[in-house]
Protein backbone atom coordinates (compact mmCIF):
# COMPACT_ATOMS: atom_id res chain seq x y z
CA UNK A 1 0.00 0.00 0.00
CA UNK A 2 0.75 3.54 -0.43
CA UNK A 3 1.31 4.47 3.25
CA UNK A 4 2.55 1.29 3.78
CA UNK A 5 5.57 1.47 1.19
CA UNK A 6 7.48 4.26 3.02
CA UNK A 7 9.49 3.38 5.79
CA UNK A 8 7.04 2.43 8.25
CA UNK A 9 3.40 3.61 7.72
CA UNK A 10 1.53 5.64 10.70
CA UNK A 11 -0.94 2.39 10.82
CA UNK A 12 1.98 -0.19 10.80
CA UNK A 13 3.51 1.37 12.92
CA UNK A 14 0.20 1.82 15.88
CA UNK A 15 -0.72 -1.97 14.84
CA UNK A 16 2.87 -3.47 15.62
CA UNK A 17 3.10 -0.65 18.46
CA UNK A 18 -0.83 -1.82 20.53
CA UNK A 19 0.07 -5.29 19.47
CA UNK A 20 3.08 -5.50 21.70
CA UNK A 21 1.71 -2.95 24.60
CA UNK A 22 -1.30 -4.81 24.93
CA UNK A 23 -2.12 -7.97 22.68
CA UNK A 24 -4.38 -5.40 20.56
CA UNK A 25 -5.50 -6.99 17.45
CA UNK A 26 -8.31 -7.81 15.36
CA UNK A 27 -9.84 -10.97 15.88
CA UNK A 28 -10.99 -13.84 14.09
CA UNK A 29 -14.06 -14.62 15.66
CA UNK A 30 -15.67 -10.90 15.39
CA UNK A 31 -18.84 -11.67 13.05
CA UNK A 32 -19.47 -9.05 10.05
CA UNK A 33 -22.25 -7.49 8.41
CA UNK A 34 -21.76 -9.37 4.85
CA UNK A 35 -22.92 -11.25 2.71
CA UNK A 36 -21.68 -13.30 -0.11
CA UNK A 37 -24.09 -14.32 -3.25
CA UNK A 38 -24.03 -17.45 -4.97
CA UNK A 39 -21.80 -17.21 -8.04
CA UNK A 40 -19.79 -14.34 -6.91
CA UNK A 41 -16.03 -13.98 -7.76
CA UNK A 42 -12.68 -13.02 -5.86
CA UNK A 43 -9.77 -11.64 -8.42
CA UNK A 44 -6.00 -11.53 -7.08
CA UNK A 45 -4.11 -10.05 -9.34
CA UNK A 46 -3.21 -6.95 -7.98
CA UNK A 47 -2.84 -4.09 -10.54
CA UNK A 48 -5.28 -5.15 -13.27
CA UNK A 49 -8.23 -2.74 -13.97
CA UNK A 50 -11.36 -4.39 -14.26
CA UNK A 51 -14.83 -4.11 -14.79
CA UNK A 52 -15.25 -1.71 -11.52
CA UNK A 53 -12.75 0.10 -12.01
CA UNK A 54 -13.33 4.44 -12.66
CA UNK A 55 -10.55 6.64 -12.90
CA UNK A 56 -10.54 8.65 -9.65
CA UNK A 57 -12.27 11.91 -9.23
CA UNK A 58 -9.97 13.75 -7.25
CA UNK A 59 -6.15 13.17 -7.09
CA UNK A 60 -2.72 14.97 -8.78
CA UNK A 61 0.13 13.70 -10.20
CA UNK A 62 3.26 14.26 -7.63
CA UNK A 63 6.97 12.89 -8.57
CA UNK A 64 6.08 10.43 -5.96
CA UNK A 65 3.02 8.85 -7.33
CA UNK A 66 -0.73 10.07 -8.00
CA UNK A 67 -1.51 12.00 -5.01
CA UNK A 68 -5.15 11.01 -3.94
CA UNK A 69 -7.09 14.17 -2.67
CA UNK A 70 -10.44 12.22 -1.33
CA UNK A 71 -9.09 11.82 2.47
CA UNK A 72 -6.53 13.51 4.77
CA UNK A 73 -4.78 10.07 4.45
CA UNK A 74 -3.48 11.83 1.03
CA UNK A 75 -2.08 8.60 -0.13
CA UNK A 76 0.46 9.00 -3.03
CA UNK A 77 -0.13 5.82 -5.55
CA UNK A 78 2.97 4.36 -7.34
CA UNK A 79 2.48 1.78 -10.01
CA UNK A 80 2.01 -1.80 -7.89
CA UNK A 81 0.94 0.49 -4.71
CA UNK A 82 -2.69 0.58 -3.35
CA UNK A 83 -3.56 3.56 -1.55
CA UNK A 84 -4.44 2.83 2.29
CA UNK A 85 -8.46 2.27 1.39
CA UNK A 86 -7.04 -0.60 -0.97
CA UNK A 87 -9.37 0.08 -3.47
CA UNK A 88 -7.24 3.54 -5.48
CA UNK A 89 -4.35 1.99 -7.67
CA UNK A 90 -2.72 3.31 -10.85
CA UNK A 91 -2.61 2.38 -14.20
CA UNK A 92 -0.96 4.21 -17.07
CA UNK A 93 -0.34 7.04 -15.19
CA UNK A 94 -3.44 7.58 -13.91
CA UNK A 95 -5.57 7.14 -10.46
CA UNK A 96 -8.27 4.42 -10.50
CA UNK A 97 -10.30 3.04 -8.28
CA UNK A 98 -11.08 -0.20 -8.26
CA UNK A 99 -14.42 -0.50 -6.10
CA UNK A 100 -17.02 1.11 -8.33
CA UNK A 101 -20.06 -0.79 -8.76
CA UNK A 102 -19.56 -3.80 -7.02
CA UNK A 103 -20.24 -3.94 -3.47
CA UNK A 104 -19.51 -7.19 -1.60
CA UNK A 105 -22.88 -6.04 1.29
CA UNK A 106 -26.13 -5.51 0.03
CA UNK A 107 -29.43 -5.37 2.04
CA UNK A 108 -32.29 -3.77 3.51
CA UNK A 109 -32.54 -2.41 7.33
CA UNK A 110 -34.26 -0.17 8.86
CA UNK A 111 -33.29 3.19 8.64
CA UNK A 112 -33.46 3.55 12.68
CA UNK A 113 -30.18 0.52 12.56
CA UNK A 114 -27.70 3.34 11.24
CA UNK A 115 -28.91 5.04 13.01
CA UNK A 116 -31.13 7.82 11.75
CA UNK A 117 -33.92 8.38 14.23
CA UNK A 118 -35.59 11.57 12.57
CA UNK A 119 -35.08 10.81 8.93
CA UNK A 120 -38.14 8.66 7.33
CA UNK A 121 -38.38 6.95 10.23
CA UNK A 122 -40.07 3.57 10.36
CA UNK A 123 -38.60 2.87 6.80
CA UNK A 124 -36.61 0.11 4.92
CA UNK A 125 -33.20 1.60 3.40
CA UNK A 126 -31.43 -0.25 1.00
CA UNK A 127 -27.80 -0.85 2.23
CA UNK A 128 -24.94 -1.18 0.20
CA UNK A 129 -20.76 -1.75 1.05
CA UNK A 130 -18.16 -2.21 -1.04
CA UNK A 131 -14.43 -3.62 0.35
CA UNK A 132 -12.01 -1.50 2.20
CA UNK A 133 -11.57 1.64 4.43
CA UNK A 134 -9.84 5.15 4.83
CA UNK A 135 -9.21 4.19 8.50
CA UNK A 136 -8.13 0.78 10.39
CA UNK A 137 -9.92 1.06 13.55
CA UNK A 138 -9.24 -2.01 15.95
CA UNK A 139 -12.77 -2.34 17.36
CA UNK A 140 -14.27 -2.33 13.92
CA UNK A 141 -16.87 -4.67 13.90
CA UNK A 142 -17.14 -5.30 10.12
CA UNK A 143 -13.19 -5.53 9.73
CA UNK A 144 -13.65 -8.58 7.52
CA UNK A 145 -14.94 -6.11 4.50
CA UNK A 146 -13.94 -2.67 5.72
CA UNK A 147 -9.91 -4.32 6.18
CA UNK A 148 -10.01 -5.78 2.45
CA UNK A 149 -9.68 -4.99 -0.96
CA UNK A 150 -12.46 -5.51 -3.18
CA UNK A 151 -10.11 -8.19 -5.12
CA UNK A 152 -10.56 -10.05 -2.26
CA UNK A 153 -14.70 -10.59 -1.29
CA UNK A 154 -17.08 -11.70 -3.15
CA UNK A 155 -19.41 -9.03 -5.18
CA UNK A 156 -22.19 -8.26 -6.63
CA UNK A 157 -22.45 -6.67 -10.02
CA UNK A 158 -24.31 -3.69 -8.88
CA UNK A 159 -23.42 -0.31 -11.21
CA UNK A 160 -25.17 2.87 -10.46
CA UNK A 161 -27.66 2.25 -12.75
CA UNK A 162 -28.46 -0.81 -11.45
CA UNK A 163 -28.60 0.00 -7.74
CA UNK A 164 -30.78 2.54 -8.51
CA UNK A 165 -33.26 0.11 -10.67
CA UNK A 166 -33.22 -2.67 -7.58
CA UNK A 167 -33.85 0.73 -5.24
CA UNK A 168 -37.02 1.77 -7.98
CA UNK A 169 -38.72 -1.71 -7.91
CA UNK A 170 -38.02 -2.73 -4.57
CA UNK A 171 -40.06 0.90 -3.58
CA UNK A 172 -37.04 1.66 -1.33
CA UNK A 173 -37.01 5.38 -0.65
CA UNK A 174 -33.61 5.88 0.30
CA UNK A 175 -30.13 3.78 -0.28
CA UNK A 176 -27.70 3.86 2.30
CA UNK A 177 -23.63 3.59 1.62
CA UNK A 178 -23.02 1.81 4.83
CA UNK A 179 -21.08 -0.64 6.53
CA UNK A 180 -17.28 0.12 5.29
CA UNK A 181 -16.94 3.65 4.66
CA UNK A 182 -18.43 5.12 1.77
CA UNK A 183 -15.37 8.10 1.50
CA UNK A 184 -13.40 4.58 0.18
CA UNK A 185 -15.96 4.32 -2.58
CA UNK A 186 -16.23 7.64 -3.17
CA UNK A 187 -16.81 7.78 -6.74
CA UNK A 188 -19.37 4.76 -6.87
CA UNK A 189 -21.51 6.45 -4.05
CA UNK A 190 -21.64 10.03 -6.01
CA UNK A 191 -22.61 8.74 -9.22
CA UNK A 192 -25.06 6.19 -7.56
CA UNK A 193 -26.51 9.20 -5.47
CA UNK A 194 -26.49 11.53 -8.30
CA UNK A 195 -28.92 9.11 -10.15
CA UNK A 196 -30.81 8.09 -7.58
CA UNK A 197 -31.66 11.85 -6.56
CA UNK A 198 -33.06 11.81 -10.29
CA UNK A 199 -34.81 9.12 -9.34
CA UNK A 200 -36.35 10.92 -6.61
CA UNK A 201 -34.60 8.73 -3.97
CA UNK A 202 -32.93 9.65 -0.99
CA UNK A 203 -29.19 9.04 -0.17
CA UNK A 204 -27.76 8.45 2.99
CA UNK A 205 -24.18 8.25 4.28
CA UNK A 206 -23.05 6.42 7.23
CA UNK A 207 -19.41 8.00 7.12
CA UNK A 208 -16.31 8.32 9.66
CA UNK A 209 -16.01 11.90 8.43
CA UNK A 210 -12.32 11.08 7.32
CA UNK A 211 -12.56 13.41 4.27
CA UNK A 212 -11.48 16.63 2.42
CA UNK A 213 -13.52 19.49 2.13
CA UNK A 214 -13.67 19.82 -2.12
CA UNK A 215 -15.20 15.91 -2.72
CA UNK A 216 -17.30 16.31 0.69
CA UNK A 217 -19.08 19.53 -0.33
CA UNK A 218 -19.65 18.01 -3.77
CA UNK A 219 -21.10 14.96 -2.08
CA UNK A 220 -23.12 16.97 0.07
CA UNK A 221 -24.91 17.88 -3.49
CA UNK A 222 -27.17 14.62 -3.46
CA UNK A 223 -26.80 13.36 0.18
CA UNK A 224 -30.06 14.09 2.09
CA UNK A 225 -29.02 12.45 5.32
CA UNK A 226 -25.68 11.50 6.59
CA UNK A 227 -24.60 9.46 10.34
CA UNK A 228 -21.43 10.80 11.12
CA UNK A 229 -19.07 8.61 13.59
CA UNK A 230 -17.43 11.14 16.37
CA UNK A 231 -15.20 7.74 17.56
CA UNK A 232 -13.64 9.63 20.24
CA UNK A 233 -12.73 13.97 21.09
CA UNK A 234 -8.95 13.06 21.25
CA UNK A 235 -6.58 13.76 18.93
CA UNK A 236 -4.49 10.89 20.68
CA UNK A 237 -7.44 8.04 21.12
CA UNK A 238 -7.62 8.81 17.38
CA UNK A 239 -4.36 7.93 16.46
CA UNK A 240 -4.06 4.94 18.59
CA UNK A 241 -7.77 3.27 17.98
CA UNK A 242 -8.73 4.61 14.62
CA UNK A 243 -5.29 5.41 12.71
CA UNK A 244 -6.57 8.68 11.95
CA UNK A 245 -7.25 12.53 13.09
CA UNK A 246 -9.81 13.89 14.86
CA UNK A 247 -9.91 17.92 13.44
CA UNK A 248 -10.82 16.48 9.81
CA UNK A 249 -13.77 14.75 10.96
CA UNK A 250 -14.83 17.70 13.06
CA UNK A 251 -14.77 20.34 10.31
CA UNK A 252 -17.11 17.59 8.10
CA UNK A 253 -19.48 17.60 10.62
CA UNK A 254 -19.42 21.69 9.89
CA UNK A 255 -19.47 20.89 6.69
CA UNK A 256 -22.30 18.61 6.75
CA UNK A 257 -24.34 21.11 8.87
CA UNK A 258 -23.41 24.13 6.15
CA UNK A 259 -24.43 22.22 3.76
CA UNK A 260 -27.89 21.07 5.20
CA UNK A 261 -27.21 17.59 5.48
CA UNK A 262 -29.73 15.85 7.72
CA UNK A 263 -26.77 15.02 10.42
CA UNK A 264 -26.94 12.74 13.42
CA UNK A 265 -23.89 11.89 15.31
CA UNK A 266 -23.02 8.86 16.65
CA UNK A 267 -20.35 8.08 19.75
CA UNK A 268 -19.20 5.28 20.36
CA UNK A 269 -18.34 4.01 23.94
CA UNK A 270 -15.42 1.76 24.30
CA UNK A 271 -14.42 0.60 27.94
CA UNK A 272 -11.63 2.75 29.11
CA UNK A 273 -10.57 4.07 25.73
CA UNK A 274 -13.41 6.36 24.79
CA UNK A 275 -15.50 6.32 28.13
CA UNK A 276 -13.76 9.27 29.87
CA UNK A 277 -16.72 11.86 31.09
CA UNK A 278 -14.50 14.80 30.75
CA UNK A 279 -13.89 14.06 27.24
CA UNK A 280 -17.41 13.08 26.50
CA UNK A 281 -18.39 16.49 28.34
CA UNK A 282 -15.63 18.71 26.47
CA UNK A 283 -17.18 16.57 23.27
CA UNK A 284 -20.46 17.72 24.01
CA UNK A 285 -19.79 21.55 24.75
CA UNK A 286 -17.76 21.50 21.33
CA UNK A 287 -21.25 20.33 19.63
CA UNK A 288 -22.98 23.03 21.50
CA UNK A 289 -20.60 25.90 20.57
CA UNK A 290 -20.16 24.82 17.34
CA UNK A 291 -23.70 25.27 16.32
CA UNK A 292 -25.10 21.40 16.75
CA UNK A 293 -26.69 22.23 19.90
CA UNK A 294 -30.25 20.57 17.96
CA UNK A 295 -28.09 18.06 16.46
CA UNK A 296 -29.34 13.95 17.57
CA UNK A 297 -26.16 12.22 19.53
CA UNK A 298 -26.40 8.35 20.07
CA UNK A 299 -24.46 6.75 22.27
CA UNK A 300 -23.53 3.67 20.31
CA UNK A 301 -22.90 0.50 23.21
CA UNK A 302 -19.40 -1.45 21.97
CA UNK A 303 -20.24 -4.75 21.29
CA UNK A 304 -18.52 -7.16 21.95
CA UNK A 305 -16.72 -6.26 24.64
CA UNK A 306 -13.94 -8.24 24.67
CA UNK A 307 -11.78 -7.68 21.66
CA UNK A 308 -9.43 -4.74 22.91
CA UNK A 309 -7.89 -4.88 26.11
CA UNK A 310 -8.11 -1.96 28.42
CA UNK A 311 -6.36 1.19 27.70
CA UNK A 312 -3.05 1.76 29.83
S1 LIG B 1 -9.46 7.69 -0.30
FE1 LIG B 1 -8.00 8.22 1.31
S2 LIG B 1 -7.10 6.24 1.91
FE2 LIG B 1 -8.06 5.93 -0.12
S3 LIG B 1 -6.41 6.32 -1.59
FE3 LIG B 1 -7.53 8.23 -1.31
S4 LIG B 1 -6.34 9.32 0.28
FE4 LIG B 1 -5.74 7.15 0.39
Redesign the pocket.
Known sequence: M??RGRKISKRAFIRKGLAGLGGLYLCQYWRPVFSMPAGGSVVTEADKLWKWSRE?YHYISTPRGMK????????E?KPGE????R??TVSGGKLYTIAYGNPCSVHADPIEKKPLFHFLPASSVLSIATA?C?LACLNCQNWEISQKSPRETRNYDLMPEKLVKSAIEGKYRSISYTYSEP??F?EYTLDSARLARQAGIKNVVVSNG?IHEKPLREWCKVVDAANIDLKSFSDDTYAMLNAGKLEPVLQSLRIYKEEGVWLEITNLIIPTWTDDMSMITQMCRWLVKNGFHDTPLHFSRFSPPTRLSPAQ
Open positions: AGACRICPNECVTGDCNKGNVAYY
